[in-house]
């Protein structure tokens, strides 16, 4: 049996003078990664509610919103109307997990944490029972382009397999320097959803790069 498995591209990797043939290119996503940066919770900033708006007009695609800020209790509700599908907060900035993923879901979205590198899985164990989807970073998160932490993979795996004793299966997102040459790797410990930025806006064919990315994740 195939794995299933979605392919998410992050813009934070596209050509932002040409945003709109970009986003063109990669109709054949499952998710589209939006990385929100705020200068505070990582060393840079990225884009914002305005141009997510922008970016919901143009595509049919789910947003995937990636929240890297200090005050996600401030600013989710501005990103769900703008027109987020999921939105992914870290647990380092959250003061109250629990109580952010209740907000997120009464306005009918999807609500994902996510755990940076130094972060254990431990972390996030007691949101898996409401949680739609866990986000593991391989990379510190900030930038496109760095290289993927192999000793994020027992971490991908212990989630996986608490998400298994519950009964549960949020998906299991990797970010970070997820490439032709590291994807399999993170499918097999468990992960079936795939945030590629450089990878893929970096591709002369991003529909190619995209299929072969897939394939790979499917085959392990
Ligand atoms: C990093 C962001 C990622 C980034 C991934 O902080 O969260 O989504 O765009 O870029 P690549 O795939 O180039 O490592
Ligand atoms: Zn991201």
């Keep these: 049996m195939t794995k299933t498995v979605n392919i998410a591209p992050s813009i934070l990797s596209a050509d932002f003078m040409h945003l709109g043939a970009d986003l063109n290119d990669i109709e054949e996503a499952d998710l589209l990664h939006y990385d929100v940066m705020d200068g505070h919770f990582v060393p840079n900033i990225s884009f914002g509610p305005g141009i997510l708006k922008q970016v919901r007009a143009h595509t049919e695609l789910l947003l995937d919103?990636?929240?890297m800020v200090t005050n996600p209790e401030e600013v989710i509700d501005t990103y769900i109307e703008s027109g987020a599908d999921i939105v992914t907060?870290?647990?380092e900035a959250a003061e109250d997990p629990a109580?952010?993923?209740d907000r997120i879901h009464a306005?009918?979205?999807s609500a994902g944490i996510?755990?940076?590198?130094d972060t254990p899985a431990e972390a996030i164990l007691p949101y898996l029972a409401d949680i739609d989807l866990v986000l593991v970073m391989t990379v510190y998160p900030g930038f496109g382009g760095q290289a993927f932490i192999d000793a994020m993979l027992p971490k991908i795996q212990a989630i996986g397999e608490a998400c298994a004793a519950l009964g549960r299966s949020p998906m299991i997102e990797v970010d970070g320097g997820i490439a032709p040459d590291t994807i399999a790797r993170a499918s097999a410990a468990g992960a079936d959803t795939f945030v590629a930025g450089s990878a893929i806006f970096g591709a002369a064919d991003k529909?190619?790069?995209m299929?072969?990315?897939r394939r790979l994740a499917e085959g392990i």
């Design 65 to 67: 919103v990636h929240l």
């Design 107 to 109: 306005k009918g979205v």
């Design 99 to 101: 109580k952010l993923i």
């Design 207 to 209: 529909g190619a790069r």
């Design 114 to 117: 996510s755990l940076s590198p």
């Design 89 to 91: 907060f870290h647990v």
């Design 211 to 213: 299929a072969e990315l």
